[in-house]
């Protein structure tokens, strides 16, 4: 529920940590939405279906439209999928592309 200026200030410490150099709010662009405001989604939580192979996990992973669109989080990462670490270790993978 943060507004998006305040996050992308947040979102730009953590990078400036992480790098360990400077990065300005105005350098990126976050793009996001609400999965839990969503009325179109209410929250939900979906699981794999009895045929999804670890392929599917895989491809959700990578880049769209030439490497210009990352998606991470626990849905993107076999080993640990639907956990929290799964979705910080996704996170990890997806910023070292990035850079």
Same mark, same amino acid.
């Given at each position: 529920?943060?507004? $998006? =200026? $305040? ?6 410490? +953590? ?6 150099? !400077?990065?300005? /709010?105005?350098?990126? =662009?976050?793009? +996001? /939405?609400?999965? +839990?405001?969503?009325p ?11 045929? !999804? $192979?670890?392929s ?8 769209i =439209? =030439? +490497?210009?669109w990352?998606?991470?989080? $626990?849905?993107?990462?076999s080993?640990?999928?639907? !956990?929290?670490?799964?979705a ?5 993978v ?6």
């Open positions: 529920m943060m507004p $998006e =200026d $305040e996050l992308k200030e947040l979102i730009a410490k +953590r990078l400036t940590l992480f790098m360990n150099s !400077t990065v300005e /709010s105005s350098h990126f =662009d976050i793009y +996001r /939405s609400s999965w +839990r405001s969503n179109n989604i209410g929250g939900a939580y979906s699981m794999p279906g009895v045929q !999804t $192979e670890l599917h996990w895989t491809d959700m992973a990578k880049p =439209d =030439d +490497r210009s990352f998606f991470a989080g $626990e849905h993107t990462y080993i640990y999928r639907g !956990t929290t670490h799964g910080l270790l996704s996170g990890q997806a910023a070292k592309k990035i850079l």
